[in-house]
């Protein structure tokens, strides 16, 4: 122990596959103490935190969710990096003890990198109900490093894992690799034994020879790269008239990997003989016809339950604009200048009000869906799915997002936290701003109404077609950037049980995770909302002062090209910090109620008495139309543009999606006003 006390800092970095528990495992053991945010230069999430235990101060790393350490995609170059990088004291590796033969191929893919390591065999409790028994002592013997039966989700439980963490650290003792560089040899050709006598025997960085041999063979660029930098040119030249030779190395290597995965297990693993059995209701969730009727009626029921947890958050954020008048009556007793009184109410407490409104429907869809997929369900909502999803590019997890945005788009983009792979996650995002949202239906009747009457539901009807084009178009656009043709696979996945679902861990994770996406969106709205309001502010309270009037009256010219007047184009404008906000501009600008912003925050989506009449004699029905399908499409509204942010980390791929949008939804509006014109 006095040498652990002697260091600055000891850091545990955290791997596993997706949906190990690794992310269960960082909440318990850091709480609140933790920050996200991007690794350096990348647009994947960086999660950090602490503990204390006896004084000593651990840092945790919770490394990205893959399912190998191959340089395939963003996500396991970094893993693989941070771990050669030697900033890591310890790794603690977890596996999935309910599907133990799957999950382990992460520990064999890791065996021969020199840094000790712990393996957590974490839902123990899933697989005593599944009738298996561990001996860990067994694998420990076998392994030469701590192997402890776990339960992430129990916090209480995790005195084993200090324990293990103390042990790794005191001893350092890696995993006895010989029983799987003997199955190496076998290799055909004798490839791997020609490698090993080529690489340098103290391997490099954190890799061993016999790791990086085996990653030559599975044809790793990355460590090839390595290799050249390393190596004389004989050598190099050599090893690549070796690697000449292998075709599908990467078939040899995982058979070589599983056949130790086995041996492991050959006395350590017991399965009671009992039959499986499959409820009616498993058959009916994966039956190929009625599983997404089932899939999307639970999805929309989810929806709709979201609301009651977002209920009570939501109803606070709307008290929040009710403060402003007895802050106005006091800041005037205290003799303060309109301009502060202004600032107060029109931007700070709006910007509370956007953040707790929109955290409280993340909260909720969150906690609905997070059960779900606690449960085992949202596995087989994938399932059955995939093979529509894949259509554009997608795996079956995107089908829930995109489902869950027809109420709310903050909700669809909370809802990609499923998907492991960040470039599905991304353009499954930016098919979700496609999805005409709740609060565009609370806009879309009304003008449609006005404008068309009776005619009005072929413009709902026209809307549902012009989305459908629209998602296929752009998931073609996006596709290409963001998914690689080998990514487009469907799944192969193994359907994990039903299990009772582990509350505290899963309040504890959405707590977390709703707390970083509030303070992230009260900096972004606070921002946004201060530009917007400097655009509209007006001292007097007449609009025709504000910069954005002026701006509007200038750029006329150019906005009615899209079948746009300046008035349905500061409208437009400001749909994109809500939708209901563009009819609370246009009843500012026609009928003059205060300034722009407060008119946006109070309209609530109602069309103010006389609006009407103004419409019908300002706008023509082709001007109309095409301010309808400008609003529909354009980008949903600021909370969801923060939540898009928060969830890709990426600044770039949100203003390329922001952007997109707001380009596509005018060239929409263009074609609609041109074409309507030859017939209305």
């Not at 033969?101 to 065999?121: E, H, K, Q, T, W």
């Not at 929040?320 to 407490?349: H, R, Y």
């Not at 906000?581 to 026609?590: D, F, K, P, R």
Request: with cysteine; net charge positive.
């Amino acid at each position: 122990m006095n040498m652990l006390t002697n260091n600055k800092q000891t850091t545990i970095a955290l791997l596993g596959q997706p949906n190990s528990g690794k992310s269960t495992l960082f909440n318990g053991l850091t709480g609140a103490r933790q920050h996200v945010g991007n690794w350096p230069g990348k647009t994947v999430e960086k999660k950090e935190g602490h503990y204390y235990r006896a004084d000593i101060r651990y840092c945790v790393t919770d490394l990205p969710g893959t399912y190998s350490l191959s340089a395939n995609s963003e996500e396991e170059i970094i893993t693989r990096d941070y771990i050669a990088s030697g900033q890591a004291d310890v790794v603690c590796i977890l596996a999935d003890s309910s599907q133990l033969s799957r999950s382990l191929f992460m520990l064999a893919d890791y065996a021969g990198i020199n840094c000790p390591a712990v393996l957590l065999l974490n839902l123990m409790d899933i697989a005593e109900a599944q009738g298996k028994t561990i001996d860990a002592a067994k694998l420990e013997e076998k392994l030469g490093i701590p192997v402890v039966p776990f339960v992430a989700a129990h916090i209480k439980g995790y005195a084993g894992f200090f324990e293990a963490i103390d042990r790794a650290l005191k001893e350092k003792q890696l995993i006895n690799i010989q029983p799987l560089i003997e199955k190496y040899y076998t290799i055909e050709n004798g490839v791997y034994e020609e490698l090993i006598k080529l690489i340098p025997k103290q391997g490099i960085d954190n890799y061993s020879n016999f790791w990086l041999a085996a990653k030559l063979v599975e044809g790793d660029k990355a460590v090839l790269k390595k290799l050249k930098n390393t190596l004389t040119s004989d050598a190099y030249k050599e090893v690549q008239i070796i690697l000449s030779s292998v075709e599908n190395g990467a078939l040899y290597t995982g058979g070589c990997k599983f056949k130790w995965i086995d041996e492991l297990l050959f006395d350590a693993l017991v399965q009671k003989q009992t039959k499986p059995i499959v409820s009616k209701f498993d058959r009916l969730a994966t039956h190929k016809r009625w599983g997404k009727p089932l899939a999307i009626a639970i999805i929309l029921l989810g929806l709709i339950a979201s609301f009651i947890p977002a209920a009570p958050i939501m109803a606070l954020g709307g008290m929040i604009p009710k403060l402003g008048g007895p802050i106005t009556e006091f800041l005037l007793s205290a003799n303060a200048p309109q301009l502060l009184i202004d600032l107060i109410n029109q931007v700070i407490l709006n910007t509370l009000y956007f953040a707790v409104a929109m955290i409280g429907f993340v909260f909720g869809v969150n906690l609905v869906f997070g059960f779900l997929e606690e449960i085992g369900y949202m596995a087989r909502v994938s399932y059955v799915f995939d093979d529509t999803m894949s259509k554009l590019g997608l795996q079956g997890k995107s089908v829930m997002p995109l489902v869950v945005s027809f109420g709310c788009t903050i909700g669809g983009a909370a809802g990609t936290r499923v998907i492991d792979s960040w470039g599905q996650k991304v353009l499954t995002i930016a098919l979700a701003w496609v999805v005409p949202c709740a609060a565009t239906w609370a806009i879309v009747p009304v003008l449609s109404s006005i404008f068309f009457e009776a005619w009005a539901p072929l413009i709902i009807v026209a809307i549902f077609v012009v989305a459908g084009v629209h998602m296929v178009i752009t998931a073609k656009i996006f596709g290409s950037k963001l998914i690689r043709d080998e990514d487009r696979a469907g799944l192969i996945m193994e359907l994990p049980p039903y299990h009772k679902p582990r509350w505290r861990a899963l309040f504890r994770s959405i707590l977390v995770r709703t707390w970083d996406i509030l303070n992230r969106a009260l900096r972004v709205i606070f921002i946004v909302s201060l530009i917007f309001w400097f655009l509209t502010y007006s001292s007097s309270g007449n609009s025709n002062e504000t910069l954005l009037y002026r701006f509007g009256r200038t750029i006329e010219p150019v906005t009615i090209i899209f079948g746009l007047t300046w008035q349905t184009f500061l409208a437009y404008i400001a749909s994109m910090v809500s939708k209901e906000a563009a009819l609370g501009v246009l009843g500012s600008l026609y009928l003059g109620a205060g300034t722009l912003f407060s008119a946006t925050v109070a309209s609530g989506g109602t069309v103010a008495s006389g609006l009407s009449s103004v419409l019908l004699t300002s706008l023509t029905p082709p001007t109309a139309l095409a301010f309808i399908f400008a609003v529909t499409f354009n980008a949903p509204c600021l909370m969801a543009i923060t939540s898009t942010y928060q969830e890709t980390r990426s600044l770039k791929w949100t203003l390329r999606i922001l952007g997109y949008y707001f380009l596509s939804s005018l060239v929409l509006a263009s074609l609609v006003y041109h074409i309507s014109g030859l017939f209305l």
